[in-house]
Structure formats: structure tokens, C-alpha cells
């Protein structure tokens, strides 16, 4: 949008238009109006509306809440003082949206990135899907909503030394301090090759303990990680007379 004159305390009231897969995604969540109340005189003003699925890569993503359904951006040029000039959001998210997420109307919030962190700003539910957000400021947003929240607390090895042939029990806790059920994949390689993988699902405000036992068949060493992460290193040794260096017998059979 450009706007040749703006006078101060001028109310602008800019609607926005669905873009053509929001208007035929059942689950999109978009922003439909955008109020800003100018604080002083301007002339040739410009203001942007860009939404998105991530932040820029100078923002980072919204660490206050678990869900980020959208992010948006506001960007001004020749608006006065525009990251303290007052504006109103009004958004939709859809029924269909909201039940797949498990979040009550009344658990979604709008949050402002302002001086390096995520601040939540002043928001009220109209009913019907329909939001309400009042800003201080003009800067990125993003709405969000609770959801699980799933990390891997502990990861223990029973042994560090077996025989070849021999087993070791990796111990896994996974907690879930988010506000809903959820699930997570613990994928657990052995020098890098993946030997585990199996998901978990742990309640909200709950932990689960998993025991994934690992065979060794040949003797070296073997680095554990799960999801990427160090865990130890497992020790395999020769069993006599079978795994690792052949015996004088078996060498006279080949």
C-alpha cells in the first residue's frame, strides 16, 4: 500500500486480501486486516504485509510458545516512528485449524519481536475463528499457541565394554513439558549408521523411559547417539574361539 498524504492521529485501515492457496486451504490461519494510527505527518508512506511459514534468518523463531501457526511481517517506509506507532491486527484461524491442533481459542496469542526478544502484545477472541490484536509497534509477528514440547532429559548406557556377540541397554528418558500430548522419534546410530529408531509418545507435563537394547557383533569401538547426540562409546571385544580374529583353526578350514 502507498499513501501520498498521512496526517497525525489519522486512522488507516488496510484489508487483505487471501491469496489464492490460503483461500482454498480449509487449515490456513491469515491475516485479514491490518488498523495503524499515524503519529505524525508523513507523505509518500509505504507499508507491507508479507506472512510466512519462518521469521527471516536475522529473527529467530518464537521460543515463547510451542505452536507457531503463522508469521507476518510489517515493514514501513517513510512512516513516522514506526516501531512505536499503534496498529490492530485482525486475523482468522480456521475451526478445522484449531481441531487438528488441540488449542482452545482462548490459548492462542500474538507475539511481537522487539530489542532481541519475543514480547506478547494485547489480544482478544471475537468468536467464530475471528482475533483481535493490538501493537505498540511494527516490527515481525508471529501467532502461536501451546503444543508439546518433546527433549530427550537423560540417556545412560548400562556398560561400556561387552564381547563380541554381547548386548548393551541404552536408557532413554524423553520429557514432554509442553501443554499437550505429543510425540517424538528417537533414531539411535551406532557410529553413525542407524541401528534404532522408534517413536515415542509421552502426555503433557509427563516423561517416558525407553530400553532399547543393542546387540554388538564385532569387535571395536562403537560411538552411540540419539537424535544426533553423543551418548558413549560401547567397547566390543573378541570372544575367543569366535567373533574377531580367526583361530588357527578356522584359518586351516579356509
Do not use: C, K
Request: no cysteine.
Amino acid at each position: 500500500w502507498t499513501i501520498d498524504q498521512l496526517n497525525e492521529d489519522q486512522l488507516i485501515v488496510l484489508n487483505i486480501e487471501r491469496n489464492e492457496t490460503e483461500a482454498g486451504n480449509e487449515s490456513a490461519v491469515w491475516v485479514n486486516q491490518l488498523n495503524i494510527t499515524s503519529t505524525a505527518d508523513a507523505e509518500d508512506v509505504a507499508i507491507a504485509v508479507t506472512l510466512s511459514e519462518q521469521p527471516s534468518a536475522d529473527t529467530p523463531e518464537n521460543d515463547r510458545n510451542e505452536t507457531n501457526f503463522r508469521y507476518l511481517n510489517v515493514e514501513t517506509t517513510n512512516l513516522p516512528n514506526a516501531e512505536t506507532t499503534p496498529g490492530t491486527f485482525r486475523y482468522r484461524i480456521s475451526q478445522q485449524q484449531l481441531n487438528e491442533s488441540g488449542i482452545e481459542p482462548a490459548e492462542i496469542n500474538m507475539f511481537r519481536y522487539h530489542d532481541g526478544t519475543w514480547e506478547s502484545i494485547d489480544e482478544s477472541y471475537m468468536g467464530d475463528g475471528r482475533f483481535s490484536a493490538d501493537t505498540p509497534g511494527f516490527s515481525w509477528f508471529a501467532i502461536s499457541g501451546p503444543g508439546p514440547n518433546m527433549s530427550i532429559t537423560a540417556a545412560t548406557l548400562n556398560t561400556s565394554t561387552v564381547s563380541a556377540g554381547g548386548t548393551a541397554a541404552l536408557s532413554l528418558t524423553v520429557e514432554n513439558n509442553g501443554t499437550l500430548a505429543g510425540n517424538t522419534t528417537l533414531n539411535v546410530t551406532a557410529n553413525g549408521e542407524r541401528i534404532e529408531s522408534r517413536t515415542v509418545a509421552v502426555a503433557a507435563n509427563e516423561s517416558a523411559t525407553q530400553t532399547v537394547i543393542l546387540t554388538f557383533e564385532s569387535p571395536g569401538a562403537e560411538e552411540i547417539a540419539v537424535n544426533g547426540e553423543s551418548v558413549g562409546t560401547v567397547t566390543v571385544t573378541a570372544q575367543s574361539g569366535s567373533a574377531g580374529t580367526p583361530s588357527a583353526v578356522e584359518q586351516v578350514g579356509q
